[in-house]
């Protein structure tokens, strides 16, 4: 009730009270009392009309203020609802209904109203929403659509005052979708963020690989946990200082290349390319290990200089594999001293860096003489040993910026720095000959051992350093079989190698021509005089009818892998030929053919035989392949691997020019062979040489209790032949029983050794 209207009706009731008081006090005539009775009921009417007027007044209020309340909030850009003080919806702004697609009035239906806020919006007391603050709930507009929002709700209007009924309540809110779905996606990328740091971490850790990082501008460098772990450190900055100091002294070149690679501005440098070094680090262990750093040197942000950062991985086992491999590829078995391979790469660079640097070195090449009698006479490990001092002789003979290796059997190289002296290769040599003299006279007592050398200056010509080193082994292959023979290369020799190479030539387009003819020799059973065999033997016969023997031209085609096509030839033609001949009706006999080094470690022997005699339907035990000696131990494993499996073919294996070679008996029994055959130089004085006798007679012995056939080639009289048969060699070739021949003569020799044989069974008869 308003204040007024209070005063006039207690006024009112007093002055009835009173004036009732009076006329029972006072005994007031009748009238007067009316009066006073009409007075107070005026006052009272009065009152109560005062009272009804003031409550018009106030209502009136309330809607103005509604209604200003209801124009501000049209203007506003903010969702805005005016709510009554029971919670009642009372009014929308634009604002809102746009963002929700209800209309204002759609709203003011409590079912919609109850589909657009969240249910737990109608729990909370008007207390509690007048305290609430940035209230945030996502509210569901027409069709459905989330839409988050954030209200504040505060009274707009107390006309009655604070805890009367009739305020009105004045909800801001904001649409937060955007910050909300953007929270969302920050949630989910650090989500992501961490599960990829964790998964970066672990493969970190498991992968072994650190992080080095050096941004410009800083002095320290930023090193992963990974690469705090490797090199036993705890902190992951380090200076430069102490990086430093981790390097090897050896690689502190690197680190500086490293250092100024960082202070060069970036546009030097091109960022897209990834580097790599490698250099050692004092390790957690206190041990230096191999590092490979790969990095990427990209623009810092002024992009004139560079930070520089990347993977450190340690190598060390892949070293210790690598030298392992590079010991195995580049030094020598035998000697411990460096092989041909490894003498061929440092030839190469030394051949293409002195050629800029102004300066000229002397290729060595040296060969023992007669190496196969140690061999033979002392046995394969003193070969061994020979070759192990020499190898010693030779690296101590080096001089500076110079380098030894073994190049093959017997022969050793050398690379000497030239220093103006003509006669410095000579010395050299002379001073290697004399070593070996002296050293070998302990070891090898009965024998003088004397090496031969060729020669060559580097700077004289050659294409390459492999040129120059064949120009060396050519002098020394001139040599004329005198001990000690020291060749330079010159003019002489020049003109042999060019005629070498016509003659390489030549050869190529007479093997095209088909001017390679078989000639086949007998091989003849001892006991009994009968033919066994043959060996194929190739001759080149050129158009006007000259025949070239093999010794002319079969070291060329070795050299220029034009024997490959010879051999090809030689393996189809034998096996073609004997064929032929047995379905001719002649006794079937064996074939033998010649193998080089070149056809047995470079092509599938295996498989071109196999083929060979597939396409000319020999069986294979008519064929005979027979290899030298010096073959087998160029690569022992891979010749017995490569024997083994030409002999599970069913061919015969023979052991050709027995004796010349480097191997000593003890070593046949490692190879699969079937047949021995005895050199022509044991077999030459053995009618008038008594050691040669007994040479012969004790390798047919020890091939006997191998069970491995001896044939003897070479043999010119009868004398040989009755001496090898007395010893016991099953076999015999040699121009006594038949010379080499061309296929039509050998078909009359096989007739008329078939004859004898008919002829002989005829007259036992
Ligand atoms: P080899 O395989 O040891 O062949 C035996 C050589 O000794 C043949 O020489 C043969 O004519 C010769 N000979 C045989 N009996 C006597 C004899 O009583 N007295 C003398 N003084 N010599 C005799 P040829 O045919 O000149 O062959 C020489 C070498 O050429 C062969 O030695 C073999 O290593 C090689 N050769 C021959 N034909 C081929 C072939 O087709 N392929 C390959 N890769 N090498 C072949
Ligand atoms: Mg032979
Ligand atoms: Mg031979």
Partial sequence: MHK??????????????????????????????????????????????????????????????RENIIRIMQSLNTMAVLWSSDFRYIEANPELTKNIGYTSED???????????????????????????????AVTAKGGAKVNTIWNTS????????????CLMLSIGLDISETVRMKEELIKYSKELAESENRYTLSMGLS????????????????SDQLMDMLGLNVPDISEGVLKARFHPSDIMTFNALQSAMVSPYSELNGSEIHSTEFRLLSSDNTYHWYQFRYKITPAETKLLANIGGAVIDVTKDKEKDSIIEKMAYIDDVTQIFNRNKFMQIGQETFECSAEAGQSYWVIVLDIDNFHIINDTCGYQSGNKLLADLGKIIENSVTEGGFGARIGGDNFALLIRDIGDDDLPVKIINHIQQEIKESCAQSFSVQTITCSAGYCKMSDGGKDFAQVLDRAEFSLSMSDGSKSNIIRYDNKIHDKIIAGTALENELAAAIENNEMVLYYQPKIDLSDGSLMGMEALIRWVKPDGTVVPPSQFIPVAENSMLITKISAFVLKEACRQNKEWQVMGYPPITVSINLTAVDFYQTDVK????????????????LDVELTESLALKDIDHAIQQMKEIKELGVKLSMDDFGTG????????????????????????????EISREIVSAVIRIAKSKKIETIAEGIETIGQAEILKKSG??????????KPMPADQFEEFMAMKASQKQEAVTADA
């Avoid at 009274?155 to 009739?166: F, P």
């Avoid at 060699?729 to 038949?738: E, K, P, R």
């Fill in 607 to 622: 498989e071109s035989i196999q083929n060979a005699l597939n396409e000319t339907g020999l069986d294979a035990k008519w």
């Fill in 4 to 65: 007024t209207s209070k005063i006039i009706l207690i006024a009112s009731i007093c002055a009835a009270a009173v004036l009732t008081a009076m006329n029972i006090a006072f005994r007031i005539p009748e009238y007067t009392a009316v009066i006073l009775v009409c007075f107070a009921v005026s006052a009272l009417v009065l009152t109560l009309v005062s009272i009804g007027c003031v409550k018009h007044f106030t209502k009136e209020r309330i809607i103005r203020e």
């Fill in 662 to 689: 480097y191997s000593s008996l003890s070593y046949i029994q490692v190879l699969p062979i079937t047949l021995l055959k005895l050199d022509r130089s044991f077999i030459m004085y053995l009618e008038e040489d």
């Fill in 208 to 223: 072994e690989i650190g992080l080095l990082l050096k941004e410009p501008g800083k002095t320290s460098y930023y090193i």
């Fill in 729 to 738: 060699c099953d076999l015999a070739q040699g121009y006594f029983f038949g």
């Fill in 107 to 137: 709203l003011s239906d409590m079912k919609t109203l109850q589909k657009v806020l969240p249910p737990d919006a109608f729990a909370p007391s008007l207390q509690a929403v007048i305290n609430s603050r940035d209230e945030e709930f």
């Fill in 155 to 166: 009274i707009v209007s107390t006309i009655a005052g604070k805890n009367s009924r009739s």
